[in-house]
T-cell receptor
Framework: NAGVTQTPKFQVLKTGQSMTLQCAQD?????MSWYRQDPGMGLRLIHY???????DQGEVPNGYNVSRSTTEDFPLRLLSAAPSQTSVYFC???????????????FGAGSRLTVL | AQKITQTQPGMFVQEKEAVTLDCTYD???????LFWYKQPSSGEMIFLIY??????QNATEGRYSLNFQKARKSANLVISASQLGDSAMYFC?????????????FGKGTTLSVSS
């Protein structure tokens, strides 16, 4: 199993450009989420999904869109990139519903985005 | 609102010594879960240990143990017999209630440096 696969690993954009960070998991996990990591800030939740066709906003959703057309894929779209979106992005997935026990998140390797 | 606080930006320890990384949390939900993740310099997020709010005993996983003090709302990570490979960023996290349990709320992290 590949786990959670993110592409690309590195990307440089100019202000105003758009792009999509891809995330795919092959573990048949229902729950997927996107985080951004900035120095001194930890990881902050951008968007999450509880299943195909269902998405919702996290702590820092502005400037990002998501969709979940299949269980496997959860792409993150930057519509008009800004320097403030320079960050490392992590996609994660999990199997267990929180109330049934440990909801262990499996993370992708991360995507480093620089916006000039 | 839920919150995770890690007050130690950096910790330094010598090989074979034990080290405690502090974590305090705030939540009004009586059912919650606490997690510790390790992030080495390579960037991946590695799950270490989980503690449920109703668990009677402190969680242990090999050299990792979680000192769970419910009344104090603390969930400190104890690493026994530190190794050079333990040098990394460590994040404390809590299951997010508002996100249907699909995501985690992270602290800002503690950088651990282990020297020989």
């Amino acid at each position: 199993n590949a786990g959670v696969t993110q592409t690309p690993k590195f990307q440089v954009l100019k202000t105003g450009q758009s792009m999509t960070l891809q995330c795919a998991q092959d573990m048949n996990h229902e729950y997927m989420s996107w985080y951004r990591q900035d120095p001194g800030m930890g990881l902050r939740l951008i968007h999450y999904s509880v299943g195909a066709g269902i998405t919702d906003q996290g702590e820092v959703p502005n400037g990002y869109n998501v969709s979940r057309s299949t269980t496997e894929d959860f792409p993150l779209r930057l519509l008009s990139a800004a320097p403030s979106q320079t960050s490392v992005y992590f996609c994660a997935s999990s199997k267990d519903w929180v109330l049934r026990g440990a909801n262990v998140l499996t993370f992708g390797a991360g995507s480093r985005l620089t916006v000039l | 609102a839920q919150k995770i606080t890690q007050t130690q930006p950096g910790m330094f320890v010598q090989e074979k010594e034990a080290v405690t990384l502090d974590c305090t949390y705030d939540t009004s939900d009586p059912s919650y879960g606490l997690f510790w993740y390790k992030q080495p310099s390579s960037g991946e997020m590695i799950f270490l240990i989980y503690q449920g709010s109703y668990d009677q005993q402190n969680a242990t996983e090999g050299r990792y143990s979680l000192n769970f003090q419910k009344a104090r709302k603390s969930a400190n990570l104890v690493i026994s017999a530190s190794q050079l490979g333990d040098s990394a960023m460590y994040f404390c996290a809590m299951r997010g209630v508002n996100q249907a349990g699909t995501a985690l709320i992270f602290g800002k992290g503690t950088t651990l440096s282990v020297s020989s």
